[in-house]
């Protein structure tokens, strides 16, 4: 979790660069893009920045709350566990990029998941969307494994070099551990599959919730190493919802997956600007949030872009 100070902070940077606009305005805009054209720029450019490095595939998804936008495509009904409730939202499968190299975090694809209600003969699972993001993936970078939560850990989506949680309808057994007793019955949990894997089992404080992490290739640290890679997601998704990723009111579902998109180019622009912080606005930065206010006063309100830029 973000701190709740540097969260604050990061919300009131952020949308200090973000004007006033006519929301109408925005809508138009929206029906100008063709989203898969988008998507084939934004993976050119990210081609092009991540070369041949190692990439660790990142997958997980989020939920974009509309309430009262029943007049939306594909909204529905999701359970939020933040809230301990159902919100009405869209709910996108998400992706990120770990450049292993250079220690370097994208955000991905983006695809909207529909309950079966709503996509008819269309319905696809959130795994099999996953499949179909990861594919892309594989197919323009240099894929050295996939990190995802427990509920993409089936082995339909995992295949080789994956890092996962454990659910907890799975079963584990353990060489040399001996039979199941009452002392150690909380070990082991019901599996639908046989993987080999690596089994870490995390347990901080008996007061909160064991967890299992697995690995077909990795053990030890390298494995925990890998796992934290992963709430590099958590981070864009809060970072990108301040960037205004929900605030769409387009009625077709292409909506969200246009904005989506748009935020993922900004995001990505906003943290190379940031790693090149010192050249462009005198002063390392550590947040997006940071950035976006740097930005607006330095490059915008001062009008110094030209120098800060092109210097040299």
């Known amino acids: 979790m973000i701190p709740p100070e540097i969260r604050r902070k990061s919300i009131s940077n952020i949308s200090s660069l973000v004007s006033e606009y ?78 292993m190299d250079a220690h370097e975090f994208y955000p991905f694809l983006f695809r909207l998941y529909r309950k079966r209600d709503d996509s008819g003969d269309e319905f696809r699972t959130k795994i099999e969307i996953m499949g179909e993001i990861f594919k892309i993936a594989q197919d323009n970078f240099n894929i050295a494994g996939k990190v995802v939560d427990s509920w993409y850990s089936s082995f339909k989506f995992l295949g080789n070099n994956f890092v996962t949680e454990m659910k907890s309808n799975r079963k584990a057994s353990f060489e040399n551990l001996g039979k199941m007793t009452k002392k150690n019955s909380d070990l082991f949990l019901t599996m639908d599959e046989i993987l080999e894997s690596t089994f870490l089992f995390l347990d901080r404080d008996s007061e909160i919730l064991k967890k299992f992490l697995v690995s077909d290739y990795l053990d030890g640290d390298q494995l925990i190493n890998v796992w934290n890679i992963r709430w590099s997601i958590e981070t864009f998704h809060n970072d990108a919802k301040d960037l205004g990723l929900v605030e769409y009111q387009v009625r077709d579902s292409e909506g969200p997956l246009i904005q989506a998109g748009i935020t993922s180019v900004a995001y990505a622009l906003l943290s190379m600007m940031m790693r090149a912080s010192k050249r462009l606005f005198g002063k390392a930065l550590k947040t997006i949030g940071e950035c976006s206010r740097a930005i607006k006063e330095t490059l915008i309100l001062k009008r110094d872009y030209k120098s800060r830029l092109f210097s040299g």
């Open 22 to 99: 006519d929301q109408s305005t925005i809508n138009r805009a929206f029906h100008g893009v063709d989203p898969q054209t988008l998507d084939r720029n934004y993976i050119a450019f990210l081609k092009s920045v991540i070369g041949k490095h190692r990439v660790q595939f990142i997958g997980d998804d989020t939920l974009l709350e509309h309430p009262g936008s029943k007049v939306m495509e594909s909204v529905g009904w999701f359970y939020d566990r933040k809230k301990g409730s159902s919100v009405l939202a869209h709910q996108p499968v998400t992706s990120c990029l770990y450049d």
